[in-house]
């Protein structure tokens, strides 16, 4: 049985969030104890070491296979590795387990990822998305538009965005990461002034700088003077 990376002392499974240790009730106790351990582990290292976390939660997944929750945290630590066909497999396992649908964005994108923008398209037009919170609907709509770009359909990868709440109030992550979106296809369609116009808007709501659009802005302001 896979053992994973070496677990700090300092983690011990309590960390994780109620929801998530109540679907391990069902294991021996000390086996429950261990994979929440990796849970935990992985859950604190997905953004800086996503390539550990993954490893954790492969050992989470050799001791508590049928359990949604583990599949899960493997597929979403899988995807953050880069490793989309293990991500891709990990989601369907335990979409098949619970029946959510919030891992339709990942899955999606782990289509894209794997050169299959068609499979992606077909998950975006899923009718539950329909249903989704505001920002779940902004992933699907960022895939879906890219989908259409990597299959050279700028016309439609702009209706795509265009369809989404761009105006927003919001100053979310997901309006900016919109509006980015929008910015960037424009340019790539050969919109300057649009685009250009778009990435001040971008910019505009990008309070902690998760965009360039500050800088693409200024590009394209040289390229058009």
């Known amino acids: 049985m896979y053992d994973g990376p070496p677990l700090p002392e300092e983690i011990t499974g309590r960390e994780l969030d109620r929801g998530i240790a109540a679907q391990l009730k069902g294991l021996p106790e000390k086996l429950a104890a261990r994979v929440a351990r990796h849970l935990a582990a992985a859950g604190m290292l997905i953004d800086e070491d996503p390539e550990t976390a993954y490893q954790h939660t492969l050992a989470a997944r050799a001791r508590a296979s049928r359990i949604a929750i583990v599949r899960e945290a493997v597929g979403e630590s899988a995807y953050a590795a880069g490793h989309y066909a293990e991500a891709l497999s990990e989601l369907r396992a335990a979409k098949r387990m619970n029946g959510a ?125």
């Open 101 to 225: 649908t919030d891992y339709l964005p990942i899955m999606a994108d782990c289509h894209r990822a794997l050169g299959q923008p068609e499979q992606a398209l077909k998950l975006a037009k899923s009718p539950s998305v329909a249903n989704f919170a505001p920002e779940a609907k902004a992933e699907m709509t960022l895939v879906e538009a890219g989908a259409r770009r990597d299959m050279g359909q700028l016309d439609a990868a702009l209706r795509t965005l265009e369809l989404a709440p761009l105006q927003s109030k919001s100053r979310g992550t997901w309006v900016v990461r919109l509006r980015y979106a929008y910015a960037d296809t424009l340019e790539a369609a050969g919109r300057e002034s649009d685009a250009l116009a778009w990435f001040h808007r971008t910019h505009a709501i990008d309070s902690n700088e998760i965009t360039d659009s500050a800088a693409r802005a200024e590009l394209l302001e040289k390229r058009m003077d």
